[in-house]
């Protein structure tokens, strides 16, 4: 293996395309040969990613944006490892992904790295100091959808919403101004959550979200079970009778010191259905927007997935 990948995404926020130069850069020093490959619409990372983790002489493949870039390479290197959809672990001799941070919520970096700089991440893999750790997927049934940070119905995705009305900002600041404003006028919607077949909850929904990772946002550990290999997902539901008592939940979760609330349910399995039962479902997916009109999404776990380079524990 003796060569790298790196798949950008230049319309990602921040500074995606000079992120990537750089470290194409400093991967030279550690790699024969590094390409940098650059996404031409959304989901293009999918073929670019599963092109690379085909390709027997790449060891490594480069995520550089945000958390929607990252997950399109996960998908795509699940799909040319051949862990899509039954799960794995790959090969030892698999290629591995690398997630380093360029775009706006950047959480499922802080899920693996926390706040560590890209540069050191790098560095960490240079002289030695990374693991491989298989991180699980899930797959949104029927669509074929794929998700690594986590999916979530209600406040999350009205946050992604909301997030258009604030041009100037970028990263933790543009997610918090825009959850504060969704949160001065949260009404839950009427939902039901299921899990493995089973009932775990029904009535006024603040939000449902599975995953993935323990935070989201970077700042809301809504998840503070959840474990990112464990071959389950993880499912956090806050009902709530209106938008002050979500405004309490969702305030004692930045400390993941919500789970004893009233009205606040978790469990986990392999199969998650959340349903919306007024209208569509208001879903996110990685913290995009999902564009369809469903009252009704499955989510089913790929157990270990993505081979992921992760700090030496």
């Excluded at 119905?153 to 919403?161: M, N, S």
């Excluded at 993935?212 to 998840?223: E, M, P, T």
């Excluded at 609330?261 to 259905?273: E, W």
Aim: hydrophobic share 45%; charged share 20%.
């Amino acid at each position: 293996m003796t060569r790298a990948a790196v798949v950008v995404n230049p319309a990602a926020r921040g500074d995606p395309a000079q992120v990537a130069e750089d470290a194409a850069r400093e991967l030279r020093a550690m790699f024969a040969g590094v390409d940098v490959l650059r996404t031409a619409e959304p989901g293009g990372g999918v073929a670019l990613a599963r092109a690379a983790a085909s390709d027997p002489d790449v060891g490594l493949v480069v995520a550089v944006g945000g958390d929607g870039t990252a997950r399109e390479v996960a998908h795509g290197i699940a799909l040319g490892l051949g862990t899509w959809t039954a799960g794995g672990p790959a090969p030892a001799a698999a290629a591995q992904m690398l997630i380093l941070p360029a775009g706006t919520g950047n959480s499922m970096h802080h899920a693996l790295w926390s706040d560590r700089p890209w540069r050191e991440s790098l560095a960490l893999l240079g002289r030695g100091g990374t693991e491989r750790c298989d991180v699980d997927l899930a797959r949104i049934s029927g669509d074929g959808q794929a998700v690594l940070l986590g999916a979530s119905a209600g406040f999350l995705r009205w946050t992604v919403d909301a997030t258009a009305r604030f041009p100037h900002l970028s990263g933790r600041q543009l997610y918090m101004e825009a959850a504060l404003s969704v949160a001065t006028s949260l009404r839950p919607f009427p939902g039901a959550v299921s899990v493995d077949g089973r009932p775990l909850c029904e009535g006024p929904i603040a939000l449902a979200a599975v995953g993935g990772a323990q935070r989201r946002g970077g700042s809301l550990a809504v998840l503070p079970r959840s474990v990112l290999d464990d071959g389950l997902l993880d499912v956090c539901v806050l009902l709530a009778p209106d938008g002050a008592t979500a405004v309490e939940q969702l305030t004692a979760a930045m400390q993941g010191a919500h789970l004893e609330l009233p009205g606040v349910h978790y469990a986990q399995g392999s199969a998650v259905t959340l349903r919306a039962l007024d209208g569509p479902l208001p879903f996110e997916v990685d913290g995009d927007a999902w564009p369809g009109e469903a009252s009704s999404v499955t989510l089913r776990a790929v157990p270990k997935a993505v081979p992921m380079v992760v700090p030496r524990t």
